[in-house]
């Protein structure tokens, strides 16, 4: 990266749990889900998974 595009450097942490829950309910609020996925299932298979995964 060239100098000066970013002065600082911020640590952004994984999201927990209950997060990737609250991403995945607001991403799913307009779109039609088949009844086989499960939301505790993608909560629990996306850990260690950062938001633009």
Known sequence: MRPGRLDRV???PLPDAD???AIFTL???NMPVH???H???L???TERYSGAE
């Open 19 to 21: 997060t990737r829950r």
């Open 35 to 37: 009844p086989s996925v």
């Open 10 to 12: 911020i640590f952004v």
């Open 43 to 45: 909560v629990t298979r």
């Open 39 to 41: 939301l505790e299932d």
């Open 27 to 29: 991403q799913f609020r």
